[in-house]
């Protein structure tokens, strides 16, 4: 090792692949000589790794023909309800296991961005009811997730970046509640705003990127809220309308 101690982040980089390579050696070395942070970092493997077993074939899927309008049966009635069915395991019975194992932030981390991916594949493709209150109550929608999620929301304007605001509908957390705010340009593409809250308070933390089969999310945590945004777009595209999310929530 240099002399240099190993931190935590950088154990968490190193799990995710994600760890400069001249600071590999020293990792390795330190978990060699820690054994409680090894297993640690090994069940986040584990469980990661089941998490993409899962569900990384409902991320990848295509947006099937029978979505567009006037294609709508049972059976897509029934995808869609399974849909939903993973969604909620993944939210509630997953965190659940994992809290027991996982540091309370690295759970926080680890299913933001994945729970927000899935959201978006479930929900960004419906024809008919992408969300359950549209723009046009607006005023509603938001006194309606505040109430539900105990916290103050607020809903950011993207008319100047070309999206309009679709609507909002509520979900499922780890914790609790959540909500998903849903955006649309003039093409037809879509962005999701999914939000969560938690019991601890937490400094707010840097934008952090995820692809998840095609669906690619920044998330972050600011206090007892936690966001991400996500989109089948470029990551540059779904930078720029993060941050304008980011200042508009923090003027």
């Known amino acids: 090792m240099n002399g ?15 760890l400069p390579a001249a600071r590999r050696a020293d990792v390795e070395t330190h978990l060699a000589q820690h054994q409680d942070d090894a297993q640690r970092l090994e069940a986040y493997r584990r469980h990661a790794a089941a998490l993409r077993s899962a569900f990384d074939p409902l991320l990848a899927e295509a947006v ?14 029934w995808r869609r309800h399974a849909a939903v069915a993973a969604l909620m395991l993944l939210s509630g019975i997953g965190g659940w296991q994992l809290h027991a194992h996982l540091a309370a932030e690295r759970v926080q981390t680890l299913y933001l961005a994945r729970v927000a991916a899935i959201a978006h594949a479930v929900y960004s493709p419906e024809v008919r009811h992408p969300v359950e209150v549209g ?43 959540a909500a998903q705010f849903m955006y649309q340009d003039i ?11 938690s019991s601890d308070v937490r400094a707010p933390t840097a934008f952090r990127f995820a692809r998840e089969g095609g669906v690619s999310v920044f998330y972050w945590i600011d206090g007892r809220l ?6 089948e777009t470029e990551r540059e595209e779904l930078l720029r309308v993060a941050d304008a999310v980011y200042r508009q929530l923090n003027p």
Do not use: F, M, N
Request: hydrophobic share 35%; aromatic share 6%; proline share 9%.
């Open 4 to 18: 240099t101690p190993v931190t935590e982040s950088e154990l968490q980089a190193y799990v995710d692949g994600c």
């Open 64 to 77: 099937p023909p029978r979505l567009h309008p006037g294609q709508r049966g049972p059976a897509v009635q």
């Open 135 to 177: 723009a046009d109550q607006e005023a509603h929608l938001v006194r309606w997730l505040s109430k539900r999620l105990g916290a103050s929301l607020k809903i950011p304007h993207l008319a100047g970046l070309g999206y309009s605001l679709v609507g909002g509908r509520l979900l499922p957390g780890e914790r609790g509640p």
């Open 187 to 197: 093409k037809g593409q879509r962005l999701t705003l999914y939000v969560r809250t």
């Open 226 to 231: 936690g966001y991400a945004l996500s989109g």
